[in-house]
Antibody
Framework: QVQLQESGPGLVKPSQTLSLTCAVS??????????WAWIRQPAGKGLEWIGR???????NYSPSLKSRVTISIDTSNNQFSLKMTSVTRADTAVYYC????????????WGQGTMVVVSS | SYDVTQPPSVSVSPGQTATITCSGD??????VSWYQQRPGQSPLLVIY???KRPSGIPDRFSGSNSGNTATLTISGTQAMDEADYYC????????FGGGTKLTVL
């Protein structure tokens, strides 16, 4: 059974870089039918797609975040990562990693989410 | 950028049918997925490619998509179906609706 687990600092100072990792267990991150995505959700608000990566390293990003976001993949360690630069309080949210199943055109598996607070 | 719109809230009596809509320009030309999110939990995929149910999702969940509107229908709504529901589509980027809070009264 494939599982996703986010990890990273829960507190980041304004203007600094947010870094999160998603570990994939129970299956290979290199499987051809999946992209791997980051999605966030501010408290009490809706879901916002951040971007996704394929095992080859090919990426797509949200236009509104593209200038600050980098998603990378480490197939040898079966994990992928998110870096977001120049964070502000508006970036405070629960960050989810998710599996983007290409045959479904949907996110069929989600991590439990990790809360990131941007505060000095 | 492409936007999809959902009603903020929908109420339904137990055992009745709940209908949640998702609207967007020519949305019927795109695939729509639906997610259920209970408080404190991660989203759960309940419908993909407009009307398909993943394994383990009860058949009381169904979906359709035509014209500018996609619809999630929950037949015989149960108390456990009370949750936030999000639609999602792809138009050069993934977009989510703002979410609909389903209350089972």
């Amino acid at each position: 059974q494939v599982q996703l687990q986010e990890s990273g600092p829960g507190l980041v100072k304004p203007s600094q870089t947010l870094s999160l990792t998603c570990a994939v267990s129970g299956g290979s991150i290199s499987t051809s039918t999946y992209y791997w995505a980051w999605i966030r959700q501010p408290a009490g608000k809706g879901l916002e797609w951040i971007g996704r990566i394929y095992a080859s390293g090919s990426t797509n990003y949200s236009p509104s975040l593209k200038s600050r976001v980098t998603i990378s993949i480490d197939t040898s360690n079966n994990q992928f990562s998110l870096k977001m630069t120049s964070v502000t309080r508006a970036d405070t949210a629960v960050y989810y990693c998710a599996r983007d199943e290409l045959d479904y055109d949907a996110f069929d598996l989600w991590g439990q989410g990790t809360m990131v607070v941007v505060s000095s | 950028s492409y936007d999809v719109t959902q009603p903020p809230s929908v109420s339904v009596s137990p055992g009745q049918t709940a209908t949640i809509t998702c609207s967007g320009d020519k949305l019927g030309d795109k695939y729509v997925s639906w997610y259920q999110q209970r408080p404190g939990q991660s989203p759960l995929l309940v419908i993909y490619k407009d009307s398909k149910r993943p394994s383990g999702i009860p058949d009381r969940f169904s979906g359709s998509n035509s014209g500018n509107t996609a619809t999630l229908t929950i037949s015989g709504t149960q108390a456990m179906d009370e949750a936030d529901y999000y639609c999602q589509a792809w138009d050069r980027t993934t977009v989510f609706g703002g979410g609909t809070k389903l209350t089972v009264l």
